[in-house]
């Protein structure tokens, strides 16, 4: 969820050289959500990979296409996840360039059996904040550790699940291209049924251990202490979840009711989301065995705990 903005955007359309063979170009769609707006990254110099077109957007899409330089081509198209912010703007790219769309999945690919049935089951679908991309398809599905590769350059592919079901981070060499799984300037949402704090917390814990240099994260600026911003992240979640458990020590409540409790200096159009984030800590509590349903796992469920 969000935490604070920087002083400075950068400014829409308008290609930015991060690193070698490595450019940025910010897409038109701020929000509480997304920031200054989406990052659409160009990878390569001359055979491009350019990874979440994003929103559907006509300026967006002519500003990726001036990126392209005379001597230039798309010849990849890769997406972090079908969220509304990062997916549509790919089968457009796809048809004027020619070059194929690569992800993980559709946009139900990835998830958990639990997830499947809380989807099915659920009388209450609270979703994703950015929206879901439900028409999105890739031409070419990849498998965990795929490599893609194109005109000198190799990218890794790493199904990391949690933010969204067919979440993948997209690995160049000791970077990584993180989509909304980490961000510099704010904690992922994690929106069961799409979103996993079981996943997330394990895929956190994959890209720390793979010690990387550089995160380029879907929104917001690169986080060069790459390693220091995961494990804060995973600190924070530890400490939402230990008072979560605090709170329902002192009585059984459902995620609206814990959501009011826990972020009392939230605004109230943020109070959604925070309540779908105590929801997805809930759910993985439950799978530890930390806590309880009184009824069957749903959206409105009322928990207890098992702690003493």
């Known amino acids: 969820m969000p935490q604070h903005t920087p ?7 308008l290609p930015v050289t991060l690193a070698p063979g490595l450019r940025c170009i910010l897409a038109p769609n701020p929000s509480s959500m997304t920031l200054h707006g989406t990052n659409t990254y160009l990878v390569g110099s001359k055979g491009l990979a350019v990874i979440d077109p994003g929103p559907a957007d006509p300026a967006h899409l002519a500003a990726i296409r001036a990126a392209v330089g005379p001597d230039q081509h798309i010849s990849h198209i890769l997406v972090t996840h079908a969220h509304l912010d990062h997916s549509p703007l790919a089968r457009p790219l796809a048809t004027l360039t020619g070059a194929p769309v690569l992800a993980y999945g559709d946009a139900t690919a990835g998830r958990s059996a639990l997830m499947q049935e809380l989807a099915a089951t659920s009388r209450q679908d609270i979703g994703g904040g950015e929206g879901v991309d439900a028409g999105f398809a890739p031409d ?13 350059w190799s990218i890794a592919a790493l199904w990391t699940p949690g933010h969204f079901g067919n979440h993948m981070c997209f690995a160049i060499g ?15 949402l994690i929106s069961p049924p799409d979103g996993d704090m079981s996943d997330y917390m394990a895929s956190c814990r994959r890209l720390s251990a793979r010690r990387p240099h550089t995160l380029y994260p879907g929104h917001g600026a690169p986080v060069t202490q790459a390693v220091a911003r995961i494990e804060q992240i995973l600190a924070h979640r530890l400490t939402r979840e230990t008072a979560i458990i605090q ?3 002192r009585g059984p409540a459902d995620a609206r009711t814990l959501a009011a409790i826990l972020y009392q200096d939230t605004p109230a159009t943020l109070l959604p989301a925070a309540t779908r984030s105590v929801l997805a800590h809930l759910i ?6 930390r806590i309880f349903p009184q009824s069957a796992l749903r959206m409105d469920a009322v928990f207890e705990s098992h702690e003493i």
């Open 7 to 13: 002083d400075i955007a950068p400014t829409p359309g």
């Open 247 to 249: 709170a329902l020590k």
């Open 284 to 289: 993985d509590l439950t799978q530890q065995n």
């Open 174 to 188: 000791d970077a990584i291209l993180t989509g909304d799984l980490v961000m510099g300037w704010a904690t992922s």
């Open 140 to 152: 070419i599905c990849l498998a965990d550790e795929e490599i893609v590769q194109g005109d000198n």
